[in-house]
């Protein structure tokens, strides 16, 4: 078992005081079998009514609606956690998908068909031509092999690069590029498995790595491909390594652009000079002894 404490302040300064709308935040991690939170604090400011609740895909959803005007807002979250993934590589995959290609049962499959859907409907010849050199039609290859060649194909064959814009790359434009950030890598994942028939979600989260300078941190992002008998099953294509105990999930969703951390909009009174807000992100993430 590891014990983690997450800690995430967003800040937005702005030029002038301003009418904030309801923020959405999707902040705490999701609990389980093998995550157990031990304590979570959430600090907002300025004054705010605070609701939570479940979205559809089960994720905790924190609604923030603002009830004064300010200059600025502050978001600070602070999770302890019992993450007792240890071992990610111990699972079995039933029998009929050990190899691909496999089907997936008929009533499995209804439940998973917004996990199969293509995103990017665009980019399926590019995908095509790109996946030919794991699979091709005829072959027949263990499931998670031919996953884990996908995932450390991206890791080691693309360069990461930060970018603060929001939204994803294409997959096109990733394999164009050879470049992206972890949500790029992970689109470029995913949409690989819907192109081969296997079902995958987005992850947004957080990672444990203890070789950053403290306050180095950032929110992170992978997939998960739903295996039989093994069930939703994480690959970190930044790393190409298997999600084990060093992965915080907060929300999975089928779509990489409707989970950011942090959501909403305001509203500012005309001026001659408008100013973009100065945001400030800051993640700590890191192990705590008993």
């Known amino acids: 078992m590891r014990r983690l404490q997450i800690k995430h302040v967003t800040t937005y300064e702005y030029a002038q005081a301003v009418t904030l709308l309801p923020h959405k935040l999707l902040l705490r991690p999701r609990e389980g079998h093998d995550v157990r939170i031990e304590s979570a604090e959430l600090t907002i400011s300025p004054a705010h009514q605070l609701q939570w609740q479940r979205d559809v895909y089960d994720n905790p959803v924190a609604l923030a609606t603002f009830i004064e005007p300010s200059n600025q807002l502050s978001i600070s ?5 019992q993450h007792y993934d240890n071992q990610p590589l111990d699972f079995l995959v039933a029998e009929h998908a050990v190899y691909f290609p496999f089907q997936y049962d008929v009533a499995e499959r209804i439940d998973l068909s917004p996990y199969l859907s293509v995103i990017f409907d665009q980019d399926h010849a590019i995908l095509d031509s790109w996946l030919r050199q794991f699979w091709s039609t005829g072959q027949v ?7 884990e060649w996908i995932n450390k194909a991206i890791a080691t064959g693309f360069t ?13 434009t990733t394999l164009a590029k050879r470049t992206g950030s972890c949500r790029d890598f992970a689109t470029l994942f995913i949409e690989a498995c819907h192109y081969l028939g296997l079902a995958a979600r987005f992850v947004s989260g957080y990672v444990y790595s203890p070789t950053l300078p403290q306050g180095q941190g950032a929110t992170h992002a992978w997939s998960e491909v739903y295996l039989p008998g093994a069930g939703w099953k ?3 294509s930044t790393s190409g390594l298997l999600v084990g105990n060093h992965h915080i999930t907060v ?6 652009e409707s989970v950011p951390p942090v959501s909403g909009s305001f509203i500012a009174a005309p001026t001659d000079n408008p100013q973009s807000p100065i945001m400030n992100v800051v993640v700590e993430v890191v192990a705590i002894s008993d």
């Not at 979250?77 to 956690?81: E, F, K, L, R, Y």
């Not at 990461?160 to 096109?172: D, F, H, L, S």
Request: with cysteine; proline share 9%; net charge negative.
């Open 77 to 81: 979250s602070c999770v302890v956690i």
């Open 141 to 147: 290859v263990e499931t998670y092999i031919l996953l």
């Open 160 to 172: 990461y690069q930060q970018r603060e814009e929001p939204g994803v790359q294409t997959p096109a």
């Open 234 to 236: 994480g690959f970190d």
């Open 251 to 256: 929300a999975v969703s089928r779509h990489p």
